[in-house]
C-alpha cells in the first residue's frame, strides 16, 4: 500500500474513533445528569439529618438570599447538580484513553472535574466566598479525589491479579 493510501486509512480510522468517543460523552452526559441531580438530593438529605435538627435543608441559606426565594435556589442548584453529574460522567471517557499514561488520565480528568466543580460549588455556596473558604473546599475536594482514585487503583489491580491468575490456570 502507498504511504498516501495509509495516511488516508489511518485518518479515516482517527476520525471514527472520535465519533464513536463523541457519541460516548454525549450519552454519559444524558445519563450523568439525573445521577448528578439525585447525587445532590441524597447530600441534602444527609447534611439535613446531621446539622438541620430534624428539618430539610433544602440548600445553603446563602443561596436562598441571594436567589430571592428557596424555590429559585433549589432550581439552580438542581440545575447545577445536573451539570456537575453530566460533566464528571461525560469526562468519565478519559479513562478509556487507552495509549495515555494513567498519570495524563488523571491528570486530565482531575483537571475537567475541577473546573466542573469549583465555580459550581462557588455558585452554589457551597464554599464560603473568601480565599481560605476556597483553599479549604479545594483541600477536600483534592482529598476526597485521592481518595476514591485509591480506591478505584486498588480495585483495579486486584481485578487484573484475578484475571491473570485465571488466564494462568487455564493455560496450564
Not at 42 to 61: H, K
Not at 115 to 137: D, N, Q, R
Amino acid at each position: 500500500m502507498y504511504p498516501d493510501a495509509m495516511l488516508l486509512n489511518s485518518k479515516k480510522y482517527w476520525g471514527y474513533e472520535v465519533n464513536i468517543m463523541k457519541k460516548k460523552v454525549i450519552k454519559r452526559a444524558f445519563l450523568g445528569f439525573p445521577l448528578g441531580i439525585t447525587m445532590g438530593y441524597l447530600i441534602t438529605i444527609v447534611l439535613s439529618l446531621v446539622w438541620a435538627n430534624g428539618y430539610y435543608m433544602s440548600c445553603v441559606p446563602a443561596l436562598i438570599s441571594i436567589m430571592g426565594s428557596e424555590i429559585n435556589a433549589v432550581i439552580l442548584q438542581t440545575v447545577l447538580c445536573g451539570i456537575l453529574g453530566a460533566g464528571f460522567a461525560a469526562s468519565s471517557v478519559i479513562w478509556e484513553m487507552d495509549n495515555w499514561s494513567i498519570v495524563k488520565q488523571t491528570g486530565i480528568y482531575f483537571l475537567i472535574v475541577s473546573v466542573i466543580m469549583l465555580p459550581i460549588a462557588y455558585f452554589t455556596y457551597w464554599m464560603e466566598h473568601s480565599l481560605a473558604g476556597f483553599l479549604t473546599y479545594f483541600g477536600i475536594f483534592v482529598l476526597i479525589f485521592i481518595i476514591i482514585w485509591l480506591i478505584q487503583f486498588i480495585l483495579g489491580k486486584h481485578s487484573v491479579k484475578q484475571m491473570n491468575k485465571r488466564l494462568s490456570q487455564t493455560g496450564k
